[in-house]
């Protein structure tokens, strides 16, 4: 049988995505779909180390509706996660299945210009976690690790190579975007692949 990751739900009774929960000890356990979700599949994949603990501040880029925010929630249980999202429609839905975790600060904005939120993040974040569509990934990382990162922090960032150029090879695009990132003195301390879960994109540590 295949290894399946599961979270401890920080809000009881509730499921976000239809997610299958399983009951131990008087806990609850969400299952974690690396279908649904591209850090389920790097962890899946082999990544050494994701760098969520239970006090750990978070800033994730590109929060969607919740469905891997809602799992890092689980883990870092006595941490904060400042959620960011463009949509509105997406935020709102966000805000709907997230409303009783007391650790996820949701926020409208837009991670291409990271001082529009510089008034909502009042602390240095430990980690970023950006998965955001978009030509200028690397940039995006960039620009908020700059202003929000600690030193010594690290980004789990998923390069989508669609989202860049359709027209050049992901191998290229890939590359280009790391090199991108290395110029900005950030270190590269894993990439993996998760084609098998989500279709050209690759998935990076960096520490700052």
């Not at 401890?8 to 399983?22: A, P, S």
């Not at 990544?47 to 969607?64: A, H, M, N, P, V």
């Not at 870092?76 to 996660?81: E, Q, T």
């Not at 299945?97 to 904005?109: C, D, F, Q, V």
Request: aromatic content about 8%.
């Amino acid at each position: 049988e295949k290894l399946k990751l599961y979270t401890k739900n920080l809000d009881k009774g509730n499921v976000i995505y239809g997610e299958k929960i399983i009951l131990k000890m008087d806990e609850e356990f969400r299952l974690w779909d690396p279908y649904r979700s591209k850090l389920a599949a790097l962890i899946l994949k082999g990544s050494q180390k994701i760098y969520l603990e239970r006090k750990t501040t978070c800033l994730y880029l590109g929060t969607s509706t919740g469905t891997t925010i809602s799992h890092i929630s689980d883990i870092v249980s006595n941490g904060l996660i400042f959620g960011v999202e463009i949509s509105e429609r997406s935020l709102r839905q966000l805000i709907q299945n997230t409303s009783s975790r007391k650790n996820i600060i949701p926020i409208l904005g837009n991670a291409l210009n990271p001082q529009e939120y510089s008034m909502l993040i009042y602390k240095p974040v430990d980690l970023i976690y950006q998965d955001v569509s978009h030509p200028d990934q690397a940039n995006i990382a960039i620009r908020n690790a700059n202003l929000y990162l600690k030193e010594g922090g690290k980004i789990i960032l998923f390069i989508k190579s669609q989202s860049i150029k359709s027209t050049e090879k992901p191998k290229e695009i890939f590359q280009n975007e790391l090199n991108t990132l290395k110029s900005a003195n950030l270190k590269v301390l894993e990439k993996i692949h998760i084609d098998s879960y989500a279709g050209g994109h690759l998935g990076v540590i960096l520490e700052k």
